[in-house]
């Protein structure tokens, strides 16, 4: 993933708004604006600039259907980050834990353990 596309889906991430707009849409996908718009006391306009900043960061797709634009959470940018940060290390962290598991299980097959 190219860091600037990273970057657009940190800002995206960064303001309370935004991460509520994919909290209301990932627990109704395919919501309208309006129905989210519902879920602030900020304007339509401010609202839409928020949901503008999800869908440029591609966390959020939007669909026309007729005159409504229905909202989908795209969770495919937030594993790619997922992936770079964490998969080197999982494997690390697994195969530590592993290691502790089979000397636990060692310990406990000795005779006298305790």
Not at 10 to 25: K, Q, Y
Not at 46 to 75: K, P, T, Y
Request: net charge positive.
């Amino acid at each position: 993933m190219k860091p600037e596309r990273q970057d657009k889906i940190f800002h995206a991430l960064a303001h309370a708004a935004r991460r509520r707009i994919l909290d209301i849409v990932l627990a109704s996908p395919g919501c309208n604006v309006n129905s989210v718009c519902e879920h602030f006391e900020m304007s339509r306009i401010a609202v839409m600039g928020h949901i503008n900043v999800l869908e440029r960061s591609g966390l959020l797709v939007s669909e026309r259907r007729w005159r409504d634009r229905c909202l989908f959470f795209n969770a495919v940018p937030l594993q790619l980050i997922n992936e770079r940060w964490t998969s080197k290390y999982s494997a690390l962290w697994a195969a530590a834990l592993t290691d502790i598991k089979h000397r636990v299980e060692e310990k406990e097959d000795l005779p006298n353990a305790s």
